[in-house]
């Protein structure tokens, strides 16, 4: 959470003290007095004394009816107006969930263990292919480079070289198959082909 201080004292100690405790975004202080309190989720609220801050408190930390108060009960909320898809970039957005997220754990766990298998760094990466919206395995060789792009559960391990599928390996994408099994597999696809 961000705080902004542009006042000093007691009075704003006693309010980040009470208010902090919360799913906040943001507290700034305001010249004229008060404090400006941006949840996690939800408006903007405008606290312009203690008291107010202490019902805003009591309203986060409940569960019975003053949970279910609206905010304009307590404080009236802040017009926000809509911005630019660019942002204004005061307050960071939160970030989009990554879908192919396990599948590129994945990718980074085989690359792992093609290191183990004597495949140097500096010829292998893992990383996700956006135009394929696939995680892949990178091999760079004398013949070109070769990924193998980790499936959907269930499927067939595909190994693509040059950007054309060149073969598949021999396991499918399940729990019994561990990653050091995918990553031999995959050494040995690339030594059958001389790639290493």
């Known amino acids: 959470?961000?705080?902004?201080?542009?006042?000093?004292?007691?009075?704003?100690?006693?309010?980040?003290?009470?208010?902090?405790?919360g799913p906040l975004r943001a507290v700034t202080a305001l010249p004229g007095g008060g404090w400006e309190v941006t949840p996690v989720t939800?408006?903007?609220?405008?606290?312009?004394?203690?008291?107010?801050?202490?019902a805003y408190l009591a309203r986060a930390a409940s569960t019975g009816a003053p949970a279910l108060a609206p905010a304009r009960a307590i404080a009236p909320a802040v017009e926000?107006?809509?911005?630019?898809?660019?942002?204004?970039?005061?307050v960071p957005s939160a970030a989009a969930p990554f879908a192919g997220q396990a599948e590129l754990m994945?990718?980074?766990?085989i690359s792992a263990e093609l290191g183990e298998r004597g495949v140097p760094a500096a010829r292998r990466s893992a990383a996700w292919v956006a135009e394929h919206q696939a995680a892949a395995v990178r091999v760079s060789s004398d013949h070109g480079l070769y990924a193998l792009r980790i499936p959907p559960v269930g499927v067939q391990y595909p190994v693509y070289r040059n950007g054309r599928r060149d073969g598949v390996l021999p396991a499918r994408r399940v729990p019994a198959v561990t990653d050091a099994t995918v990553a031999t597999l995959y050494a040995l696809y690339?030594?059958?082909?001389a790639a290493l």
């Open 80 to 90: 926000v107006e809509e911005e630019g898809p660019e942002g204004c970039g005061c």
């Open 42 to 54: 939800g408006r903007p609220l405008i606290l312009t004394d203690e008291d107010q801050a202490h």
């Open 190 to 193: 690339l030594r059958d082909r």
């Open 1 to 21: 959470m961000q705080i902004t201080t542009q006042l000093t004292g007691t009075a704003h100690q006693a309010l980040v003290d009470l208010v902090v405790s």
């Open 106 to 109: 994945q990718a980074r766990a």
